[in-house]
């Protein structure tokens, strides 16, 4: 068991990477941890980075918020897998007993989450879009959207320790980094060999420019109004003006007039860009929970009562076939295309 | 080969309303459904059983009584055999009870038959945890590979299988030991439709029960509201975002409109939209 002082209520964050590129949720992590923190007497704010050859990248930790980051290095942990994974994060777990573990809930996160509060028995909170500390007892309070965010719930993990949670990458904001910041580089031991490992990685597939429609400042999204694929180029068009992407809602994945990696929405991806415009979309709930942090929604509907203007920065009822053009004719008149931008 | 799948019934969530008085879930009325994801679990089990010349699939869920129903569906897709697993003592899991619940049976199933491989669904739609798949892989101490959307090879012999799974840089062809625990997508096989022959049999089958007693005990302490920790401390609807002005075109004209939109365009600070000020060089 370690020395030093147990009682430090510890809030620690998972810093996610992969070929050397740490994923921004662990950033946004951090800069949660740092909020969560000032709520917490005593606390600190501390990240645990497995993987190989990664403790350069703990001076960006620093910078984001850690004042102590974990590296556990060993070869097993270079590219990732389940249990080499679970096995090192659980251990490091059981030996400090951090309050609070937050974990971005991507592909990789979402896999390791369930293993490590398995292998540690606590409570574990999926998806939560938002964290803080309940003022009467000191602890974490996670919400989530459930029943296709119909029902946001809070919860709540009282006795057991650590308190998990997974957040979706882009549902919170981005911290400043500071860049002068320093901390205390922890090396944690880890024994484990290639022969313990039962999950071999053959090969990787790489998708061909799979677009990231999560980070875009601009969505232009288009649904089952836009009436086929060919109208899909008309927002391609406004996208394009504006420095954007284009997505889509269900239906439109499921016609195929779109790919499923452009998909917004509870089963597709979240949002959170500075401009949506939805053109064309009724704003079901599961649409909704998947683009409603935008900071402007801009929606297009000739349907004066879709759900879409509930939640719209303005709404605009009309046709979008006439809208959208006028719109391009605006933006390109407005923009300009050199490289500058002072 | 013998193949377990776990399936979940949930409320369609697409029907789920809110009461708008009480700020709760209307429950009646929306049916019940086999959680999608889990339908593919139960396809992919069947087909890998008629790729390899034979065995067996049996089907498990934990939950009420009238998750009998989801289960007959399973065996009307194919399964040979299923069990409820249904107490009020298992009321109130949240994961890491339910995946106590689920890894036990499946430890007393595999010592009846062993056990090749387990399939869950991604993810149940109306908690979208996932975690329940990777919660039962860890306490069995087996392989676990989510997001899986293809069976490469499945070599009972050898004890190993190649499966390919989606992650966020494309696909990651993974070699495994077996017995294995997948998460499937929908794409790990298309859903077929039963023929009549199965949908006769299978209204005629009666799912084993099994109760937190019987046939095998549960460890009071693991299951249930007393084996979660996690509790619900508060549930409400989401505060809507309230939205602004909604124009009509009709009403106003085009250029009246689209005007205002450029206002609200130019507010999202949009790096391509900034006015042209400076010299272009
Ligand atoms: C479990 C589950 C998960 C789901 N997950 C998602 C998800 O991740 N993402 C998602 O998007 N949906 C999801 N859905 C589906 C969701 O419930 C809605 O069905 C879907 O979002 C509706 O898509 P839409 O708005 O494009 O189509 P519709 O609801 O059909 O709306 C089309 C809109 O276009 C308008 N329109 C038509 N013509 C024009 C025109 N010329 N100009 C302007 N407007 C026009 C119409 O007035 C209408 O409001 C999910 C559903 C379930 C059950
Ligand atoms: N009560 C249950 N009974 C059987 N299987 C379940 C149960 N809950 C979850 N599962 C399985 O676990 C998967 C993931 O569920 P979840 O972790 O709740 O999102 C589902 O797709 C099912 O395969």
């Not at chain 1, 960006?60 to 556990?72: C, E, H, L, P, T």
């Not at chain 2, 994801?37 to 089990?45: F, P, T």
């Not at chain 2, 799912?207 to 619900?232: C, H, M, N, R, Y």
Request: net charge negative; proline share 7%; hydrophobic share 45%.
């Amino acid at each position: 068991m370690n020395a030093e002082q147990p009682t430090i209520p510890r809030i620690w964050v998972f810093v996610e990477q992969q070929e050397h590129q740490v994923h921004s949720v662990s950033w946004e992590l951090l800069g949660a941890a740092k909020r969560l923190s000032a709520d917490l007497p005593g606390s600190v704010v501390e990240a645990v980075l497995p993987g190989h050859q990664v403790a350069d990248l703990a001076p960006q930790a620093f910078q984001y918020g850690a004042s102590r980051v974990y590296v556990i290095d060993n070869p097993v942990l270079e590219i990732y897998r389940n249990l080499p994974y679970a096995v090192a994060v659980s251990q490091l777990v059981a030996e400090y007993r951090p309050e609070i573990f937050l974990i971005g809930a991507t592909t990789l996160g979402r896999d390791l989450a369930g293993s490590i509060a398995t292998r540690v028995s606590t409570g574990l909170t999926a998806d939560c879009t938002e964290l803080s500390i309940d003022p009467a007892n000191h602890i974490l309070a996670a919400t989530r959207p459930t029943f296709g965010g119909n029902l946001m719930a809070t919860i709540l993990c009282r006795r057991h320790r650590p308190q998990m949670a997974t957040v979706r990458p882009r549902v919170l904001p981005m911290p400043e980094p500071v860049p002068d910041a320093t901390g205390e580089v922890v090396n944690v031991p880890f024994d484990m060999r290639e022969e313990d490992v039962p999950v071999k990685r053959l090969r990787l597939i790489r998708a061909e420019e799979q677009p990231n429609i999560e980070y875009a400042d601009v969505i232009v999204a288009g649904g089952r109004g836009v009436g086929g694929p060919e109208g899909f180029a008309l927002l391609q068009e406004l996208a394009d003006a504006l420095g954007g992407m284009v997505a889509a809602s269900r239906p439109v994945v499921d016609a195929g007039w779109m790919d499923a990696s452009r998909q917004v929405g509870q089963t597709g991806k979240t949002v959170r860009p500075k401009l949506y415009i939805a053109a064309g979309i009724s704003g079901a709930v599961q649409h909704r929970v998947g683009m409603s942090g935008a900071d402007v929604i801009l929606a297009i509907n000739t349907d004066p009562n879709a759900p879409i203007f509930q939640i719209a920065t303005m709404g605009i009822v009309g046709d979008l076939y006439e809208v959208i053009p006028a719109l391009i004719r605006q933006v390109k008149g407005q923009s300009y295309d050199g490289q500058a931008h002072l | 080969m013998h193949a377990v799948v776990a399936i979940k019934q949930v409320p369609d969530t697409s029907n789920v309303r809110i009461d708008p008085e009480t700020g709760t879930l209307i429950r009646e009325g929306v049916p019940a459904i086999v959680n999608p994801y889990d339908i593919h679990a139960v396809e992919a089990a069947v087909q890998l059983k008629e790729r390899v010349g034979g065995g067996q699939v049996t089907v498990i869920t934990m939950g009420p009584p009238k998750a009998a129903e989801a289960l007959l569906e399973c065996v009307e897709q194919g399964a040979d055999r299923a069990i409820l697993i249904s107490d009020r003592k298992f009321g109130g899991a949240d994961t890491l009870a339910t995946s106590y619940v689920l890894a036990r049976a499946i430890e007393v199933i595999n010592a009846e038959q062993p056990v090749d491989i387990i399939f869950f669904g991604k993810q149940a739609i109306d908690g979208d945890t996932a975690q329940v798949g990777p919660g039962v892989a860890t306490r069995l101490n087996i392989p676990l590979i989510t997001y899986a959307v293809a069976i490469e090879e499945f070599d009972l012999a050898a004890r190993r299988a190649v499966v390919h799974r989606r992650v966020e840089q494309g696909i990651e062809v993974l070699e495994t030991t077996l017995p294995v625990l997948l998460t499937v997508e929908k794409e790990i096989a298309p859903v077929r439709h039963a023929p009549l022959p199965r949908l006769i049999a299978a209204a005629r089958y009666q799912p084993e029960v099994w109760t937190a007693t019987s046939p095998v005990p549960f460890d009071p302490q693991q299951i249930g509201l007393k084996g979660s920790p996690t509790v619900v401390g508060k549930a409400y609807t989401p505060a809507p975002r309230s939205g602004g002005d909604v124009l009509s075109v009709a009403e106003l004209g085009l250029d009246a409109v689209v005007a205002r939109a450029m206002a609200v365009i130019e507010q999202a600070h949009v790096r391509n939209l900034q006015p042209v000020t400076g010299v272009v060089s």
